[in-house]
Nanobody, 125 residues
Framework: VQLQASGGGLVQAGGSLRLSCAAS????????MGWFRQGPGKEREFVAA????????NYGDSVKGRFSISRDNAMNTVHLQMHSLKPEDTAVYYC???????????????????WGQGTLVTVSS
């Protein structure tokens, strides 16, 4: 499956941004979807994941209560709505697809089979 992330940009601290990831090439509902990020000088970090049907979500501790993941299976798209952004949220954000029978929303990057190219989010203080 091919993944194309978009929606990154420059935003002030406290602001909001919505990322999107469009999938193509395979049956979208065969995949749980996730977002990961990698900040400057940091390791890749789990942000959020959503099950195949969209009923189960999972969030990294640093974004709980501020970020929300959703998916539109009719449009083969997953979104990450980000609120109350902080400078430490600055990172390249990657969407990823996990081909899964269980459909679980995994937080470990090793579960994911396909990755998008990333979109840069910069939060200024």
């Amino acid at each position: 499956v091919q993944l194309q992330a978009s929606g990154g940009g420059l935003v002030q601290a406290g602001g909001s941004l919505r990322l999107s990831c469009a999938a193509s090439g395979r049956t979208f509902t065969d995949y749980a979807m996730g977002w990961f990020r990698q900040g400057p000088g940091k390791e890749r970090e789990f942000v959020a994941a959503i099950s195949r049907g969209g009923r189960v979500t999972n969030y990294g501790d640093s974004v709980k209560g501020r970020f929300s993941i959703s998916r539109d299976n009719a449009m083969n798209t997953v979104h990450l709505q980000m609120h109350s952004l902080k400078p430490e949220d600055t990172a390249v954000y990657y969407c990823a697809a996990d081909y899964t029978v269980t459909g679980a929303a995994q937080s470990t990057s090793a579960h994911y089979d396909y990755w998008g190219q990333g979109t840069l989010v910069t939060v200024s203080s």
